[in-house]
């Protein structure tokens, strides 16, 4: 297992919303060792599992899973984000929706990486009051 740094997405729902850390997970698709499997290298059991995780989420110790999104990197990486919703408050669409309006976008390859933008690795900044620095024109 590697430890995640954090995103917007996460870092939004887990500080402001009934969610943990541990409702949002990243699952990389690999071999048993560990190391990539290419599409010239899958049969037709693997292609079923992966797309099964795709359209019926996973099950991970009692919780319920489902696909939420990736980004034009995670897919290099074979990985892709999944959520477990601790309420009906909430489900994968209503996040979704939060990340923003994509629905112009016809192009699955565009609607992937406007939407991975969302879950672009990043450390949370500190905001300063303005008196203590001063403006910078």
Same mark, same amino acid.
């Given at each position: 297992? %590697?430890?995640?740094?954090?995103?917007?997405?996460?870092?939004?729902?887990?500080?402001?919303?009934?969610?943990?850390?541990? %409702?949002?997970?990243?699952?990389?698709?690999?071999?048993?060792? +560990?190391?990539?499997?290419?599409?010239? *290298?899958?049969?037709?059991?693997? !292609?079923?599992?992966? *797309?099964?995780?795709? =359209? #019926? +989420?996973?099950?991970?110790?009692?919780? !319920?899973?489902?696909? =939420?999104?990736?980004?034009?990197? #995670?897919?290099?990486?074979?990985? @892709?984000?999944?959520?477990?919703?601790?309420?009906?408050?909430?489900?994968? @669409?209503? @996040?979704?929706?939060?990340?923003? %309006?994509? /629905? /112009?976008?016809?192009?699955?390859?565009?609607? +992937?990486?406007?939407? +991975? #933008?969302?879950? /672009?690795?990043?450390?949370?900044?500190? /905001?300063?009051?303005?008196?203590?620095?001063?403006?910078?024109?």
């Amino acid at each position: 297992f %590697d430890v995640e740094v954090s995103n917007r997405v996460v870092r939004h729902f887990t500080n402001n919303l009934n969610f943990v850390p541990e %409702d949002f997970i990243r699952v990389t698709f690999g071999d048993e060792d +560990g190391s990539m499997i290419f599409s010239d *290298e899958m049969g037709t059991d693997i !292609s079923k599992r992966i *797309e099964r995780c795709f =359209l #019926q +989420g996973l099950e991970i110790n009692g919780r !319920s899973y489902k696909f =939420l999104a990736y980004s034009s990197s #995670q897919l290099k990486e074979r990985s @892709i984000w999944m959520v477990s919703c601790p309420t009906d408050d909430w489900s994968v @669409i209503h @996040i979704r929706r939060w990340m923003g %309006d994509f /629905s /112009s976008i016809r192009s699955p390859s565009k609607y +992937g990486a406007r939407m +991975g #933008q969302c879950f /672009s690795t990043t450390v949370k900044a500190e /905001s300063t009051e303005h008196s203590i620095y001063g403006r910078f024109y």
